[in-house]
């Protein structure tokens, strides 16, 4: 494939990127050369490369800080953000492969079509307040909802889920990313809307089996499986499937 | 010809950070159908990096507060050059509007007995900015995002609008291509807000991302609208400095709100020699004074002593660290260093997360065990469309702009945790002004069509083309240009020389080739995308040029202090038909009863010129 290395960079120090290229019929993986700086990541080095090579090579970015989680990839095999991926942190002298996410269809090379997420997330039932909320409460009451909302929307989560990335479940599972949107609207203290029965039947809870792949590719650190998805797992448990409180609601006509 | 693609609304709403999406909930709210245009995906805009807080007078840590300060502290911050006005009803509002935040479900950090934190930032005189950690434009953002999302706007992503259209003067609609397909959409409406956010990218080391290429200030100034203090620019005193892919991101303000010291390769403890004489008064003697007001901020308590040096405000920091740098006291990669490291190490990382993790994996600095390195970069524009300030309404009519795209708020320069609220603020505003505007408007303008047609061949030629320089090569000596000759300080023979510049580069994009497809060809956008850079950077080069004074962010070398006179006009641009015309035009006059807040007689400015070297 061709080779982009520009005059003059010969004798600096290069990393070779293998960047796929194409569209959602067919693409191939070409190869750059990137002159490294110190502290460079894979995202400057696909900058590098849409500034000198291939001015049409296509890429979502904005912050350049994994604050807005846009430059998400497939990094070597593993989903991250460009912006985080430090190229001193891969071999050294073996190529650094960059495909877009493969859950999503692939717009062109490295952007692929999100939109799909923003469907769920507008089907998800909106921040309702409490009709008492005071509006006050304490920090701790708050710390783990807090964490929820740490979310930068970079859909690596989405990406590495084996029941949207393997199975293909999209039209029944709403993904890591919006059950950890409903566990920051369920546990927000003033909120009073209940997504118990919206869990269950449209985002599709019980088809998460906790393989944690989710928690461990978060950028921010978000431990979605045990503090988010576990507990609204519990939670639509206790309401669809416990005998005990079963057998109550039905003397008792409450819910 | 290909079909366009089509849509109506009574609103059109460019821009879907803080600002447009206010706007946007605001006007469907009154009634009116809107469409949403942005240039990324929902929820990345600008908004999303603010990290410090959002400056609003609650006096929930400091009971002394009230809106009365916060509006003198606007005024002082930008050197009183603002529209009083906007400063008004910003700081009158801005209460109401983070309060209506929390009730669309922000979870802002709280204080002891249950309410909203506020943190200290510079030139705010009492602890002010209601935040979340240091990730508070997120909060913010998917808060508005939500609440906009579930009121059914029409939300047009990775659209970016090229051209307005007029119909005898007043605004009839837009023309946009996706991102995606290359496709282009006509867009019929009867007014469009501008919220499209800054200029940053006509600079290198900036901490705005791709998207911030004065594209509304330049498409309003296309349609006819006045823009006024393009000069004023502010650099954030702290960016990072090393590594060189990070150069230019932002280090929160946050910091030094929390603590954080600013100190010269020799150790030295450096703003103290910086502060203007006329507001020493208001901040600690020494380095005791200075830690007993840390002590007692991290706590949440009140106290007598008076705030750290870093706090002054961010032109003054920024010119400041520039200078100590200049001077050869930088540090090796050529900043200062902000040290945060004397505080216990649980609370820097809960306080400033995303801080501690920026630095760590980026740089390989821990900020709990080593001081940061820091450097000015360019952060904000306090110029851009001029507004009615009570309704957002530009000088065309059925244009209304809001956010850092409008101007007049922030004056010669922007204190932080003022531009979150100013979203919310205006944004509303502007909102409920288009809004109105669209329900009284009679009879459905009408789009020439014949302009449209000669805007898509506009935007087609750099692909007809057969040879042409690449747009990068010319974005980047437009950031070479406006870096040196139009930075943190000016002068008469560097502006000329910027103008001269400008004129040439205007002249080589119009030439620039692109190739590939319309499919999301992020050459093809950086064509466009250059032209309204050029527009916004001859405004501010020629402005600069005009105000022969130092005020605010506007540091002029060879005239080092503030002229009384031009601290009562705006430079105003618009379009002339020989092309760009900058004139200065008279300051709204402040009425006698906020004259009356400012007890002591005020000097118009401060001598804001510290040192005179220059690179």
């Avoid at chain 1, 960059?98 to 717009?107: A, L, S």
């Avoid at chain 1, 059950?179 to 869990?199: C, K, N, Q, S, Y």
């Avoid at chain 2, 434009?137 to 939500?146: K, P, S, Y």
């Avoid at chain 2, 945060?340 to 821990?366: C, G, N, T």
């Amino acid at each position: 494939m061709s080779d982009a290395r520009p005059a003059g960079h010969g004798a600096a120090r290069e990393a070779t990127l293998r960047v796929y290229r194409g569209d959602a019929a067919r693409g191939v993986e070409v190869e750059y050369r990137v002159p490294i700086e110190t502290g460079m990541v894979v995202l400057d080095a696909i900058l590098w490369i849409q500034a000198h090579a291939a001015a049409d090579l296509a890429v979502r970015w904005n912050c350049k800080a994994a604050k807005c989680g846009s430059c998400s990839a497939e990094v070597n095999g593993k989903p991250a953000l460009m912006c985080k991926s430090r190229l001193d942190r891969f071999p050294a002298g073996a190529p650094i492969v960059v495909r877009p996410m493969k859950t999503f269809p692939v717009i062109k090379d490295l952007v692929t079509d999100v939109s799909w997420n923003y469907e769920v997330n507008r089907r998800i039932p909106p921040f309702q307040p409490k009709k008492d909320a005071d509006w006050r409460w304490q920090q701790s009451d708050v710390d783990r909802v807090q964490e929820f909302r740490k979310c930068i929307e970079c859909f690596l989560c989405q990406d590495v889920c084996h029941v949207l990335r393997t199975h293909e479940l999209k039209h029944q599972f709403a993904g890591p990313r919006f059950l950890v949107r409903i566990a920051g609207l369920e546990m927000h203290p003033m909120d009073g809307a209940d997504r118990t029965g919206f869990l269950k039947d449209q985002a599709g809870i019980g088809l998460c089996n906790i393989t944690k792949c989710c928690t461990e590719v978060c950028p921010e650190s978000i431990t979605i499986t045990d503090n988010a998805i576990i507990p609204l797992k519990e939670r639509v448990v206790d309401r669809f499937y416990d005998p005990v409180l079963g057998l109550w609601r039905a003397i008792t006509g409450k819910s | 010809m290909e079909q366009l693609e089509t849509h109506e609304h009574d609103v059109i709403v460019i821009g879907a950070g803080g600002a447009g999406l206010r706007a946007a909930i605001e006007a469907s709210a009154l009634g009116c159908s809107v469409g949403l245009v942005c240039k990324s995906l929902l929820g990345k805009a600008h908004t999303v990096m603010a990290e410090g807080g959002i400056a609003a007078a609650l006096a929930h840590v400091d009971p002394q507060d009230g809106w009365q300060t916060h509006f003198k502290d606007t005024m002082k911050g930008g050197s009183f050059l603002n529209h009083w006005r906007m400063a008004q009803l910003h700081a009158q509002e801005a209460p109401d509007r983070v309060r209506e935040l929390e009730q669309w479900g922000a979870l802002f950090d709280r204080t002891p007995d249950g309410r909203i934190l506020q943190r200290a930032f510079g030139g705010h005189t009492w602890k002010r900015l209601a935040h979340v950690g240091d990730r508070t434009g997120l909060e913010m953002i998917r808060t508005l995002q939500d609440r906009g999302v579930h009121q059914g706007l029409d939300v047009h992503m990775e659209c970016t609008v090229t051209r307005l259209f007029t119909d005898g003067g007043r605004i009839a609609g837009a023309l946009a291509y996706r991102r995606d397909s290359g496709r282009f959409v006509l867009f019929r409406c009867k007014a469009v807000v501008i919220a499209t956010g800054g200029v940053g990218k006509a600079y290198h080391v900036t901490s705005n991302s791709w998207e911030y290429t004065g594209d509304g200030q330049a498409l309003a100034y296309q349609a006819g609208a006045e823009l006024i203090d393009m000069e004023f620019l502010q650099f954030h005193p702290t960016g990072m400095v090393w590594p060189p892919g990070v150069m230019g991101i932002l280090v929160t303000e946050g910091v030094r709100g929390e603590g954080g010291i600013l100190r010269n390769s020799l150790g030295e403890r450096f703003m103290w020699k910086y502060l203007p004489e006329a507001r020493r008064h208001e901040y600690a003697a020494d380095e005791d004074e200075a830690r007993r007001w840390v002590d007692a901020a991290v706590e949440g308590l009140q106290t007598d002593a008076r705030r750290p040096p870093e706090l002054s405000t961010r032109d003054n920091v920024a010119r400041a660290i520039y200078t100590e740098v200049r001077e050869g006291r930088g540090t090796p990669h050529g900043g200062a260093y902000l040290d945060i490291s004397y505080m216990p190490a649980d609370r820097v990382v809960r306080k400033l997360p995303s801080m501690y993790h920026q630095f760590m994996e980026l740089a390989d600095v821990d900020i709990t065990k080593q001081p940061m390195e820091v450097g000015p970069t360019t952060h904000y524009i306090m110029g851009g469309v001029r507004v009615e300030p009570d309704t957002g309404a530009a000088t065309v009519p059925g244009l209304f702009a809001a956010g850092e795209a409008s101007a007049g708020m922030h004056g010669a320069n922007r204190l932080g945790g003022n531009s979150l609220s100013d979203l919310v603020v205006f944004g509303r505003r502007a909102g409920a002004g288009a809004a109105r505007y669209a329900t009284d408007v009679l009879g459905a303008p009408r789009v020439p069509d014949a302009e449209v047609q000669a805007e898509i061949r506009d935007l087609l030629a750099p692909f007809e083309r057969g040879s042409g320089e690449s747009p990068y090569d010319v974005h980047g000596a437009l950031q070479e240009c406006m870096g040196k000759y139009v930075g943190i300080f000016r002068d008469q023979e560097d502006l000329e020389i910027a103008v001269r510049k400008l004129a040439e580069l205007r002249e080589r994009a119009s030439r620039v080739r692109v190739t590939g497809s319309r499919v999301f060809n992020p050459g093809w956008h950086l064509a466009r995308d250059l032209r309204n850079l050029l527009v916004v950077s001859e405004a501010i080069a020629c402005s600069a040029l005009l105000r022969k004074e130092s005020r605010g962010a506007h540091s002029r070398l060879d005239f080092p202090n503030p002229d009384a006179a031009l601290g009562k006009v705006n430079m105003c641009v618009t379009r002339g038909p020989d092309g760009m015309k900058v004139a200065p035009t008279p300051l709204p006059e402040m009425p006698a009863e906020l004259k009356a807040l400012f007890d002591a007689p005020q000097p118009a400015a401060e001598p804001t010129l510290v040192t005179g070297d220059k690179a």
